[in-house]
């Protein structure tokens, strides 16, 4: 209950999270965006001994246009499906130059990070490789729903009904057709020893699972709940209360699973309709009422099925 | 010291990166390539070579890891083919532009389709332009030598690119030669530790990778252009100083009874060894012919090609490989390309031979002499012809 206590009272958040930045501000993110708060926050819970394989993507783009800068720790881009790769060839390289004496031995967290995009879709295999083979890393999907660098374009983490600029609604359409692909548990499939979900409107939470994801040694997996006011058509000083919103319907369930075991982590007493969710959000705005209560109804039977494995070996 | 041994050639070259101590081997299989990763995993699991194996998803993977590795000043290695090759396209290009030192071993085998895990040249041509050095080894013993130096030019503080080795798939690759295979010592000698121009590092971070808005991308290929044109001094003087270590010579073109020849056969790769052959018997028969061996393919070696050129009464270009639709032999263009507009140029006759692991026995050879002897004779050089093409 403490837990639930202190994820109310906001006034601490800006304490609670250490000082130091190092993903600085002057970045070119829009208004709001989700992404680059959750970008902040994690990075200032995991600190100066980090490095960062990016993939390519708003955060990449908004951070790093020659020759400035948001990033004060090392950082590197490739490519946009192969940050899981990359990441696994930072960790590689530096354990077998400390291994061989060639650099001092200490503990540096890797990360990998990719939207939705490159993690859910192009980026699949080179995710499923890394996680399989065991690097000692922390991957982060920054789940804003869609492509949001390339203009707003439909991914297979884009939610059902969901109008983007390939899954427009319109007369014969009601957007998005498919089902929001469940990365975290094809993450959790792998057999990985931690696997969570973050979201920054709850930063007591994502301040206690970056920290756990940091100091278990193996592949870790964070899928963050990152809103994108941009493309979702939503008021950006709405951007933290969207992020709860969906907590509180079901929408975006918070847990994590500890070498397998589930264990919900933010937990609305009873989910608030699903309207309050899609209502603020201009990507929804063409959804009837039948189509939100089919939603809803498989929203719920969704969760339930998570709840009910609560505590279970996946 | 040297020892004198039999080996196959794929392991002459694992055992090269093995001498090499290479810190990670990220790579995924393909034939022709798989007997050097596989002898690579072989030394990692016996603990003859410290270093991380990575056993990678696919060869797009398998760069991608490599720039990971890289990036940290760890000295790095992969191999691959074809298909392979062309999977990893996206990210060679990305791994040059990132001044990256990585070496990679290049078995050439034709592109698909349809599907062939024979040799040829298709695989390399279609990665002319990705800004590495690009080099090709003729036999066993030139593919070990040439994957040693390749990690003494890659790490080379004016060069930091990273350098292809070719080698011909099946023809090389599967074949056994006695090489003379140095020692640790011999290899430590000329090759120092890896001091990397950048790296990732959390006490001076960099930001690696970046995005190159229209007011510096122009600058960034002209800085890679001109870096990879001056990298052909670094070269010639490494590859000296490989002949004063090992007693080994290599040139970026070299040549057999060229100098007083009137027709030049241009080769790349394992056929200059049948050509060689060849031409001793012409020889023999007092015919004034020689072979022309273009060893470095990027930086591409305008004046020492034009200066074994120069005088030649015909030049016959073999390809490998076809640029469809577009000039056919991608060599023989590139050979046209670099004479054009000067004082005298050769006329030059192209032959595409060898596609898709076709044989090139010395018969074909004999017919390519044939013809150019008819062009010096004052006959037309006509279209690229496709040696053996079965009617
Ligand atoms: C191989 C390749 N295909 C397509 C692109 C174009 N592209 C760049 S970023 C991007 C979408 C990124 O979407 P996501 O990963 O969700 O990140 P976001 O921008 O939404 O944060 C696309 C399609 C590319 N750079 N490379
Ligand atoms: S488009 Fe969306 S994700 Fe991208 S910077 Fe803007 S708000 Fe952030
Ligand atoms: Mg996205």
Avoid at chain 2, 25 to 46: C, F, G, K
Avoid at chain 2, 316 to 337: F, L, T, Y
Wanted: glycine content about 8%; aromatic content about 8%.
């Amino acid at each position: 209950m403490a837990a639930r206590l202190q994820e109310g009272s906001n006034v601490f958040v800006s304490r609670l999270l250490p000082r130091d930045n190092w993903f600085v501000s002057g970045h070119r993110a829009c208004q709001g965006c989700g992404e680059a708060l959750a970008v902040r926050m994690i990075h200032q819970v995991l600190g100066r001994n980090t490095m960062v394989a990016s993939a390519t993507g708003c955060m990449e783009i908004i951070s790093s246009s020659y020759p400035d800068t948001a990033w004060s720790i090392p950082w590197i881009h490739v490519a946009f499906e192969n940050a899981a790769a990359v990441a696994s060839g930072v960790e590689t390289g530096l354990r077998m130059l400390m291994q061989k004496g060639k650099i001092p031995s200490r503990r540096i967290t890797v990360v990998g990070m990719a939207g939705d995009g490159g993690t859910a879709d192009i980026g699949l295999q080179a995710l499923s490789g890394a996680l399989e083979r065991g690097h000692d890393m922390i991957y982060v999907c920054y789940d804003n729903e869609a492509y949001m660098n390339t203009g707003i374009q439909r991914s297979s983490s884009t939610p059902y009904g969901a109008s983007t600029t390939t899954s427009p609604a319109g007369r014969q359409s009601i957007g998005q057709q498919t089902w929001k692909k469940n990365l975290p548990m094809i993450a959790a499939a792998h057999g990985v020893p931690y696997v969570a979900t973050v979201n920054p409107s709850y930063p007591m939470d994502l301040v206690r699972k970056v920290e756990r994801a940091r100091s278990i040694r193996g592949p870790k997996y964070l899928h963050v709940y990152a809103c994108c006011p941009t493309g979702w058509r939503l008021a950006p000083e709405l951007a933290v209360a969207i992020g709860r919103l969906a907590v509180q319907t079901g929408v975006f369930p918070m847990y994590e699973i500890v070498d397998g075991v589930l264990r919900m982590t933010v937990q609305p007493e009873k989910l608030r309709p699903l309207k309050d969710y899609l209502k603020p959000q201009g990507r929804f705005r063409h959804l009837d009422d039948d189509t939100i209560a089919r939603m809803e109804q498989r929203l719920h039977q969704e969760y339930q099925k998570l709840l009910r494995r609560e505590g279970l070996q996946l | 010291m040297e020892k004198r041994i039999g080996l196959e050639t794929s392991i002459a070259v694992a055992e090269a990166v093995g001498l090499c101590d290479a810190d990670v081997v990220a790579a995924y299989p393909i034939t022709p390539q798989t007997h050097i990763v596989e002898h690579l995993s072989e030394l990692v699991a016996d603990g003859k070579l410290e270093a991380a194996f990575v056993p990678v998803e696919s060869e797009h993977s398998a760069m991608s890891v490599c720039c990971g590795t890289a990036a940290t000043g760890a000295r790095t290695f992969t191999a691959t083919s074809s298909q392979g090759l062309a999977l990893m396209h996206e990210i060679v290009f990305i791994a040059s532009a990132m001044r990256l030192p990585i070496v990679m071993t290049v078995a050439n085998r034709a592109l698909s389709a349809p599907i062939s895990i024979w040799n040829d040249h298709s695989d390399i041509m279609a990665e002319r332009d990705v800004g590495w050095v690009q080099i090709f080894a003729e036999n066993a013993q030139e593919a070990l030598d040439l994957t040693i130096w390749a990690f003494r030019l890659a790490e080379d503080r004016r060069v930091s690119l990273p350098v292809m080795v070719n080698f011909d798939g099946f023809i090389l690759t599967h074949t056994i030669e006695p090489v003379l295979m140095p020692d640790r010592e011999m290899v430590q000698a000329f090759l120092p530790p890896f001091q990397p121009l950048q790296r990732l590092d959390v006490d001076n971070p960099i930001t690696m990778g970046p995005v190159g808005i229209p007011d510096i991308y122009p600058e960034t290929r002209y800085a890679h252009q001109q870096v990879l044109a001056a990298a052909y001094g670094p070269i010639t003087e490494t590859l000296e100083e490989f002949a004063r270590h090992f007693g080994r010579s290599y040139y970026p073109v070299e040549t057999y009874r060229a100098d007083d020849a009137e027709i030049l056969l241009v080769t790349m790769g394992a056929l200059g060894q049948t050509a060689m052959e060849v031409v001793d018997a012409r020889r023999r028969r007092g015919e004034k012919v020689g072979l022309v061996r273009l060893r470095l393919w990027r930086p591409f070696p305008f004046a020492a090609l034009a200066r074994v050129l120069d005088g030649a009464r015909v030049v016959g270009v073999i390809d490998r490989a076809v640029s469809v639709g577009g000039p056919v032999g991608p060599v023989a263009s590139e050979i046209k390309a670099a004479g054009y507009g000067a004082s005298r140029q050769p006329p030059i006759m192209n032959f595409i031979v060898g596609l898709g692991g076709r044989d090139v026995p010395t018969d074909d050879f004999e017919l390519m002499f044939d013809r150019l002897g008819q062009v010096a004779a004052g006959g037309r050089v006509g279209e690229p012809v496709f040696v053996g093409l079965r009617e």
